[in-house]
């Protein structure tokens, strides 16, 4: 048995669909784990782009089962326009597509909830999607959330919807003057979504552990990244699930000692989408290069990302609290030309040096950056399949990566296409447990 869990190492948008899909070549399972609609990973193969939002991108392999576990908030609605945006590519599901009957809906209050909340932050905003996700987990916190098997129990759907509208309908009227819902029209549309989901409803932790007693290779898909996670990012921005690595676990029902191994996915430099600390921010010219040479615009929503020098103080936190056994390194070829590269190796404020990751929001915002300054490379890395083939001082670049964060590197990416990643090792392949 082989069960390896990926993540994002810094604030999502790391490549983690090109890495899943290339991984899933390997696996039986494909489980996503946590988050909503709001990630995006985007894969590009012959048959063209693909951009999941919440099917694991595994599903483009024939043969592999892709789960989403009960961490997921599903939105039914875009959920059902993926599965027809597939269909209409070629790319048939069936049977191979299951969703866990404890996974938790996205309501449309939520979206309403959602998008009026960060309207009426103003300068607090924190940089939401506005697609419900956030107030979703809100009630499945509160007890009072709706889950995928609810929406096949028509007297337990009605009645969940009338008891919650009570309370929302008043919540959006008085705080946000925003118009309520009413019962009957949210319980004919997703009585709808059941029906037509219904197929696909099941028992999935009782599934994996089956497929770990058949000794199936199981591949875990997080969303978003470890700095957005609800514990240990850099709160209040931050996602509203476990991004973690530990997420895998309370997000499929399965226990951590099914875990083999730990990928995460980092890029060559750092990005970030939306509102929050960003210590290498770069505000200049060198800034604007990486955005434009990275094609750094959200894969959901299209927003340009934040872009700055590698981060090894947030690279090291990532090692640490998901238990990181290699890292794939993504997009290296947007470095090639720079003369100089820059690593960040710790943080200083006021009169002190951080070389770890503090908590204190105070002291991430107003921080200066350490940097080692490091050669650049003007070979062209992109589409390099051989860790031979690249230049000198890229391979140092890497070798001082993986000295600063203490975590080997698996695998490296040159380019968007699946056959321009460098596999040093397949950490799919060795994550399988000796007795």
Not at 288 to 299: F, I, S
């Amino acid at each position: 048995m082989a069960a390896l869990v990926v993540v994002g190492s810094q604030w999502g948008d790391e490549g983690k669909g090109k890495i899943v899909d290339l991984l899933a070549k390997d696996a039986n399972v494909i489980v996503r784990y946590q988050g909503g609609s709001n990630a995006g990973h985007t894969v590009i193969t012959d048959k063209g782009t693909f951009i999941f939002h919440l099917i694991p991108s595994g599903v483009l392999y024939r043969g592999k089962l892709c789960v989403l576990g009960n961490g997921v908030a599903i939105d039914p609605g875009g959920l059902i326009g993926e599965l027809d945006g597939l269909k209409k590519n070629g790319i048939a599901v069936g049977k191979r597509f299951l969703i866990c009957q404890r996974a938790h809906v996205i309501m449309p209050y939520h979206k309403a909830i959602d998008k009026a909340a960060e309207q009426a932050k103003g300068a607090r905003r924190i940089g939401t999607t506005g697609r419900g996700i956030g107030p979703a987990y809100v009630d499945k916190m509160a007890r009072v959330g709706i889950r995928m098997g609810d929406l096949l129990n028509p007297d337990v759907l009605k009645k969940k919807i009338q008891e919650n509208l009570v309370e929302i309908n008043v919540f959006l009227r008085r705080i946000y003057n925003v118009k309520g819902f009413t019962v009957q029209a949210i319980f004919k549309e997703y009585q709808a979504y059941g029906e037509r989901l219904r197929p696909y409803i099941a028992d999935v932790p009782l599934l994996l552990d089956r497929a770990f007693a058949d000794g199936k290779k199981v591949l875990f898909e997080g969303a978003q990244g470890t700095h957005l996670d609800v514990d240990f990012g850099t709160y209040p921005y931050v996602t509203s699930s476990s991004s973690c690595s530990g997420g895998a676990c309370t997000g499929s029902g399965v226990g951590p000692t099914n875990i083999s191994a730990v990928l995460g996915v980092t890029k060559a430099y750092t990005t970030r989408v939306g509102g929050g600390p960003f210590p290498t921010e770069l505000d200049d010219a060198m800034g604007q290069q990486l955005m434009t040479r990275g094609h750094e615009y959200g894969a959901t929503t299209g927003r340009v990302r934040r872009c700055g020098w590698l981060d090894a103080v947030l690279l090291r936190y990532a090692v640490r609290v998901n238990g990181l056994t290699s890292l794939a390194m993504t997009k290296l070829d947007v470095l090639d030309g720079c003369k100089e590269l820059k690593i960040c190796t710790g943080y200083r404020y006021q009169s002190k040096v951080y070389r770890e990751m503090p908590a204190d929001l105070e002291v991430l915002e107003n921080c200066r950056p350490v940097y080692e300054r490091w050669e650049g490379w003007t070979s062209d890395t992109s589409g390099v399949t051989s860790y031979n083939a690249l230049p000198r001082n890229a391979k140092k670049y890497l070798a001082r990566v993986k000295e600063l964060v203490s975590c080997p590197i698996d695998m490296i990416s040159t380019g968007s296409k699946r056959e321009a990643t460098i596999v040093i090792r397949n950490p799919l392949v060795r994550s399988k447990k000796t007795s």
